[in-house]
């Protein structure tokens, strides 16, 4: 059994902890059963990835089992990664949604999407990432009294570019969390509900010229830019070589910019940037992934 499981970017700028946007660089994930656990690693990262019981896609699948008082047969696990591996797009995320999916076909437990979100959520703290990785698409999540998460998907139908720019180190999330205000200006609250409606209502239609100004966020990047040098010369780098726009991905410090021209270029000038402030980084052009987490 095969599947794989998109990357995403999270936030979009205002949509902290909300908006996910499903990529094009993939997680894949074999399982077949065996005499005992067994994991190979192949790809971005692999050095750092845990061939044992703590392997995140590993413990993923057996927080899902759990749910309906199973457990994992012995599995050879093959995990394949795409995914740039210094932070910000979805690593963790594609992890998570791949073994709760993993053990969901493995194991024929019929759980629905939603209910795969939801068991997902629990283990990740936030849905941004998971639910991309899950459904595709653009994600737009919230929770309910019951603290039930609940997931609208959008496929972006007109192509869109999405050039990632990763310097070789990486940020905590919790590090990237526990310097974020506990309190904001209610001016800048309202800046950010403008901007991800407006950007939601953006990316439906297609009017990606809006990416130039409904991108900013005053709730964290600001505060996040401080973790990633250079920040200032990289962003200037990709709105002067033809970006829409310029944010930092996630938690960071993968950086991203959204273009429908110039790509290359773009992709040069932010990994320049970051290497005139000291920091070898790697540049990608990658595009939306409608399709979420796909049994192949």
Known sequence: MQIKIPCSTSNLGPGFDTLGLALNRFLYLSAEQSNGLTII?????????????TNLVYA???????????TIPAIHLHIKNEIPSYGGLGGSGAAIAGGVFLANELLKMKLSKDDMLNIAVEIEGHPDNVSA?????????????ERKVHCRS?????????????????????????????????????????????????????DFEALRYVTTDRLHEQYRATLIPGYADVQKAALDAGALSFNISGAGPTVFAFAVAHEQQIAAAMKQAFERNGQQATSEVISVENSGATLL
Not at 133 to 145: H, K, M, P, R
């Open 41 to 53: 690693v192949e790809g971005n990262g692999k050095e750092h990835i845990a061939t044992d019981a």
């Open 60 to 70: 993923a699948m057996t927080s899902t089992v759990q749910k309906v008082g199973r």
């Open 133 to 145: 990785a899950i459904f595709g698409g653009l994600t737009v999540n919230s929770f309910d009294a």
């Open 154 to 206: 959008i496929n972006i139908k007109k192509p869109l570019s999405v050039i990632t720019c990763s310097p070789h180190f990486q940020v905590q999330t919790k590090e990237a969390r526990k310097i974020l205000p506990q309190q904001v200006p209610l001016k800048d609250a309202v800046t950010n509900i403008e901007n991800a409606a407006s950007l939601v209502a953006a990316m439906m239609s297609g």
